[in-house]
């Protein structure tokens, strides 16, 4: 019972990531596809998660985490190359 | 804060060691006893009584997931309609707090209450640009949780 | 039915409420018009549902396996606080890359602010520029 009620959920997580994956291809513009890639590492996050429950194994947590902290950093980086050109910003020498 | 902490601390430690007990239990009913230390001299200290201080916290916060729950409820309700319907737009709104912190966790909330998203805050911090759904709908329930937010952030952050 | 197996359930309950929250802001992903929209969905109803699920796995391993695990906690915690972050970013980045509005939208007074400090820095660099000379 519990067994079917998790695959169902893992069910509606794989149709989650596929809408996101599409909009991550038809994204019109660079912003939306970046947004795409933040709620596809939240629904990995999700994904992990029920795994872990499905298994009954706790070996996967610190794949949570850094899912979690890799996809922040990688919104970040992605959002600032976006809105200036770069990533990391050097002081001009002039 | 910090430093009430800290005395409170020493004072449970303190009890510890007058008791020659060294466990975990004899600790925590030292750290009991600095507690209501702390409460009697409350008056003579230079900030307010830090339980207070933590009760205002846990207000906040059960704010915030209240918030949490409303607004995706909302934003859920939107999506599910046969046919969208939505006027979305930016609108401004001024705010009256001041400080790194307190404009954090005031953008922090208002991102999370229904229907709207901090887009932009001006150079001196005093503006928010905020992103609503449905504008007509949606800006005075803003405005009215603005004020509520703002006093709850004002009863943690201000001495 | 015994008491575990009522636990087991609810917490699958609490699991399975949150990927039906994550489905429904995935359908919101395709609906809604503009990258502005969608941010709404990212932030509030992704949030709640990843929330749901790491809740479900705590309570899960908390009282089946009696193993109170931090690393979820942090997950919980971090998850929390990141979301609005890079949703705010995100709606910046779209801005400033001059990203329209869908054509829904009846206001918008950021325009007026960034053109009037635009044109504020224009106006120091020149006034910057002349002092040198």
Not at chain 2, 27 to 41: N, P
Not at chain 2, 120 to 139: G, Q, R, T
Not at chain 3, 71 to 99: E, N, Q
Request: aromatic content about 14%.
């Amino acid at each position: 019972m519990i067994q079917w009620i998790l695959f169902f959920s893992l069910i509606l997580l794989t149709f989650s990531i596929l809408v996101t994956i599409y909009r991550l291809v038809k994204g019109p513009t660079a912003p939306d596809r970046v947004q795409a890639l933040d709620a596809l590492g939240i629904n990995l996050i999700a994904g992990v998660a029920v795994f872990s429950v499905y298994l009954r194994s706790t070996a996967f947590f610190e794949v949570i985490l850094l899912i979690g902290i890799l996809s922040f950093i990688g919104t970040i980086a992605f959002a600032r190359f976006v809105e200036r050109g770069v990533v990391i910003e050097r002081k001009q020498s002039d | 804060m910090a430093l009430q902490v800290l005395i409170n601390l020493f004072i449970g430690f303190l009890w510890m060691f007058f008791q020659d007990n060294w466990s975990v239990l004899s600790f925590f009913s030292g750290y009991l006893i600095g507690l209501f230390v702390l409460f009697v001299l409350r008056r003579f200290t230079s900030t307010k009584y830090y339980l207070f201080t933590l009760q205002a916290v846990v207000q906040l916060f059960s704010i915030f997931i209240y918030e949490l729950f409303a607004s995706s409820i909302l934003v859920i309700w939107k999506i599910i309609q046969p046919k969208i319907n939505i006027r979305p737009g930016i609108f401004s709104l001024e705010t009256s707090l001041q400080g790194d912190i307190e404009i954090t966790l005031l953008a922090l909330l208002i991102t999370l209450t229904p229907g709207s998203v901090v887009m932009e805050i001006s150079p001196d911090n005093k503006v928010f640009y905020i992103h609503a759904m449905d504008i007509p709908e949606l800006s005075d329930s803003v405005l009215r949780s603005k004020t509520r937010f703002e006093e709850a952030i004002k009863k943690v952050t201000r001495p | 039915m015994s008491g575990s197996s009522l636990i087991e359930l609810s917490i699958a309950v609490i699991i399975l409420l949150g990927t039906i929250l994550g489905f429904l802001s995935s359908i919101g992903f395709i609906r809604l018009p503009d990258v502005y929209n969608r941010a709404h969905a990212l932030a509030k109803s992704s949030t709640l549902s990843v929330l749901f699920v790491l809740l479900g796995t705590f309570l899960f391993f908390l009282f089946l396996e009696g193993y109170f695990s931090i690393k979820i906690f942090l997950g919980i915690f971090f998850v929390f606080l990141t979301s609005p972050v890079s949703t705010h970013v995100i709606c910046r980045s779209a801005y400033h890359s001059k990203v329209e509005l869908a054509k829904e939208s009846i206001q918008d007074d950021l325009q007026e602010a960034m053109e009037e400090y635009t044109r504020k820095q224009q106006h120091n660099k020149n006034t910057e520029e002349a002092s040198i000379i």
